[in-house]
């Protein structure tokens, strides 16, 4: 069971519903059919003008067929939307709450209706404002035509994918990183969106690095193996599952669903980089040396175990000394051994 399905009824839950509606297309036909028939009984009604035999039912009915014409068709048509599949319109009836539709269709629903998307309208606005204090910038260019902006009165219900701007983060150990995520979200309810935040796809990005600067400080970078610690670097997919639920935790309030959180980048920051790749370096030069250690006491052991199984040549305690200094050197040097003849005894 996901978060928002747990807080599904509690107080403070805002409840989605359907609004009131009919098929589109039914209505459609049906208003062009009576637009048609109130512009005949207009067109019929034209010689009763001329002659003057208007009787009070002939005025009602010119009356009627004027005002369907003029006002009432056209109303009607106001009332009809289209709605394209994963998409939403979350409509509002005199400054209330008149129910959302999530279904792909055409439908017929109350003209007085309007439909809200703040997060849109917020950002038309400031693509708006961005484009005009390029256009002066750029005031001694001639202009070819303007720019409008029209902010998008349906919410999509499509997975989204939220990459916000690498952070500077300091880990358990106090090491400052460079680290960034990219969160995969959708929106689940769509009253809670747009009415329980001002702006979901803003809260959502805040939430995504409060949680990741929340998250981040209880690893350390990169841990040895002997150690056997959590990291930023080894344990991803326990840190996606961590950063998943704790975005999770924030986004209900907004209706929103958490699909995944994945790290997209993870280094140290500029300031610390070179010391660290010193750093590993130096571990990776030991490990190498302790593994290659290991493998030369053993090439001796089996190398003096062997001369004496098959008795080939009888040595005391000072030349398996001699002997296994001279293996050691060779196998833990560097370098290419260098072949010296001992004409002499070392008596």
């Given at each position: 069971?996901?978060?928002?399905?747990?807080?599904?009824?509690?107080?403070?839950?805002?409840?989605?519903?359907?609004?009131?509606?009919?098929?589109?297309?039914?209505?459609?036909?049906?208003?062009?059919?009576?637009?048609?028939?109130?512009?005949?009984?207009?067109?019929?009604?034209?010689?009763?003008?001329?002659?003057?035999?208007?009787?009070?039912?002939?005025?009602?009915?010119?009356?009627?067929s004027l005002l369907y014409l003029a006002l009432i068709g056209?109303?009607?048509?106001?009332?009809?939307?289209?709605?394209?599949?994963?998409?939403?319109?979350?409509?509002?009836?005199?400054?209330?709450?008149?129910?959302?539709?999530?279904?792909?269709?055409?439908?017929?629903?109350?003209?007085?209706?309007?439909?809200?998307?703040?997060?849109?309208?917020?950002?038309?606005?400031?693509?708006?404002?961005?484009?005009?204090?390029?256009?002066?910038?750029?005031?001694?260019?001639?202009?070819?035509?303007?720019?409008?902006?029209?902010?998008?009165?349906?919410?999509?219900?499509?997975?989204?994918?939220?990459?916000?701007?690498?952070?500077?983060?300091?880990?358990?150990?106090?090491?400052?990183?460079?680290?960034?995520?990219?969160?995969?979200?959708?929106?689940?309810?769509?009253?809670?969106?747009?009415?329980?935040?001002?702006?979901?796809?803003?809260?959502?990005?805040?939430?995504?690095?409060?949680?990741?600067?929340?998250?981040?400080?209880?690893?350390?970078?990169?841990?040895?193996?002997?150690?056997?610690?959590?990291?930023?670097?080894?344990?991803?997919?326990?840190?996606?599952?961590?950063?998943?639920?704790?975005?999770?935790?924030?986004?209900?309030?907004?209706?929103?669903?958490?699909?995944?959180?994945?790290?997209?980048?993870?280094?140290?920051?500029?300031?610390?980089?070179?010391?660290?790749?010193?750093?590993?370096?130096?571990?990776?030069?030991?490990?190498?040396?302790?593994?290659?250690?290991?493998?030369?006491?053993?090439?001796?052991?089996?190398?003096l175990e062997k001369l004496n199984e098959q008795n080939i040549?009888?040595?005391?305690?000072?030349?398996?000394?001699?002997?296994?200094?001279?293996?050691?050197?060779?196998?833990?040097?560097?370098?290419?051994?260098?072949?010296?003849?001992?004409?002499?005894?070392?008596?």
């Open positions: 069971m996901s978060v928002i399905e747990a807080t599904a009824g509690k107080p403070g839950y805002l409840e989605e519903k359907a609004p009131l509606h009919a098929n589109g297309m039914a209505v459609l036909i049906l208003n062009i059919l009576l637009m048609g028939g109130a512009l005949a009984l207009f067109i019929l009604s034209i010689p009763y003008l001329d002659s003057g035999a208007l009787t009070a039912p002939r005025i009602a009915l010119v009356a009627g056209p109303f009607v048509f106001a009332g009809l939307k289209i709605l394209n599949p994963n998409e939403a319109l979350v409509l509002t009836l005199f400054g209330t709450y008149h129910g959302s539709l999530k279904k792909p269709g055409f439908y017929f629903i109350n003209p007085f209706v309007s439909a809200m998307n703040p997060a849109a309208t917020r950002d038309a606005a400031a693509a708006a404002g961005n484009a005009a204090k390029a256009e002066g910038n750029q005031a001694q260019k001639p202009s070819s035509g303007s720019i409008s902006f029209k902010p998008a009165k349906t919410l999509s219900l499509k997975a989204m994918t939220l990459n916000n701007d690498r952070q500077k983060i300091n880990d358990a150990l106090g090491n400052p990183i460079i680290i960034g995520i990219v969160v995969i979200w959708k929106v689940v309810n769509t009253a809670k969106a747009v009415f329980s935040v001002d702006n979901y796809m803003e809260y959502l990005s805040i939430q995504c690095d409060s949680a990741l600067r929340n998250i981040v400080r209880l690893y350390p970078y990169d841990s040895t193996d002997e150690e056997q610690e959590k990291s930023l670097r080894g344990s991803s997919q326990e840190l996606a599952d961590k950063l998943k639920y704790e975005i999770q935790t924030k986004a209900d309030i907004a209706g929103i669903e958490i699909l995944e959180a994945r790290i997209t980048h993870l280094s140290y920051a500029p300031e610390i980089a070179a010391a660290m790749l010193q750093r590993q370096q130096a571990s990776a030069v030991i490990a190498a040396r302790q593994m290659i250690v290991e493998g030369a006491v053993g090439m001796v052991q089996m190398a040549v009888s040595l005391d305690e000072e030349r398996k000394a001699a002997m296994v200094s001279n293996l050691l050197v060779v196998l833990c040097s560097g370098k290419d051994p260098q072949p010296i003849v001992n004409s002499g005894s070392i008596y």
